[in-house]
């Protein structure tokens, strides 16, 4: 991407959907990225820095020093909504000569911007979310040692992120592994529940003395519940060898013969 793209880059449908996975938009700080700004500011030598977000349509600030109450600002182009998209540093030494910025709110209002440093914030998968910014309202230059120093903690804020969505992630798979086994919980409890009750309604009809369920090796349990499955095939079972084949077999099912099947149509 390129600074002379901005807009369209503000937009980009892949670019807001990598925004959007670290769920950090609006997200209350965690001091993390305050370090950050604090130490932009420091290696700079300015009294404002910024860890900012940008958004469609805003620059959010994960982390501001010197900017007290302020949240977040405008996509006018030549700051941060141009710099976020640079290849590398994105540096205006004198925001009221640079044409870049001449026009922009922040140069031209009370803020009077003057000096604008920023590095883009890129993931590992080339998406560029925001940038570190150092601000003054003095024109100055930097180092080229503050310079990559403000590379750096870019880096880090992209580091931090894949942290953040690992974190999200982990979370987000713990969260379904207990739904899922909730789910089965009440599964396993509901196929107890109608075991407990075919058995008693079948404990009183003719059925074998011994499970037929358990293979070559056989299995002298109580037979105690007969199954069927949709093929016609029917067999009485202990209760540990019925759940196996309910949970295993999807054609099977406890058989009822109160269901009639097709013997209302063979004996009419």
Not at 18 to 30: K, N, Q, W
Not at 196 to 209: D, F, N, S
Request: charged share 20%.
């Amino acid at each position: 991407m390129s600074t002379t793209a901005d807009r369209p880059a503000l937009t980009d449908p892949a670019r807001l959907a990598a925004v959007r996975r670290y769920e950090i938009l609006d997200a209350p700080t965690d001091g993390q990225f305050d370090t950050i700004a604090a130490t932009a500011a420091a290696v700079c030598g300015t009294p404002i820095a910024t860890v900012s977000i940008v958004d469609a349509d805003r620059v959010w600030f994960a982390a501001a020093k010197g900017l007290d109450g302020v949240a977040q600002v405008g996509t006018e182009p030549g700051l941060c909504a141009s710099a976020f998209c640079a290849e590398g540093p994105y540096v205006v030494n004198d925001a009221v000569t640079d044409p870049r910025t001449l026009e922009h709110p922040l140069v031209r209002g009370e803020l009077g911007l003057r000096f604008y440093a920023a590095a883009p914030i890129v993931t590992a998968d080339g998406h560029h979310l925001g940038t570190v910014t150092a601000i003054d309202a003095m024109p100055r230059e930097l180092t080229e040692a503050q310079t990559t120093v403000l590379g750096h903690l870019a880096d880090l804020v992209a580091q931090h992120l894949e942290l953040r969505l690992a974190t999200i992630e982990a979370v987000r798979a713990e969260r379904q592994l207990r739904d899922d086994a909730e789910q089965r919980a009440a599964a396993a409890a509901e196929l107890a529940a109608r075991m407990r009750a075919a058995a008693a309604v079948q404990a009183t009809t003719p059925h074998p003395e011994r499970c037929q369920l358990g293979g070559t090796a056989g299995c002298t349990a109580p037979a105690e519940l007969k199954i069927a499955d949709s093929w016609g095939d029917s067999a009485w079972g202990c209760t540990i060898h019925v759940e196996e084949a309910i949970l295993n077999v999807r054609s099977v099912f406890i058989a009822n013969e109160e269901l009639g099947g097709l013997a209302g149509y063979l004996n009419r």
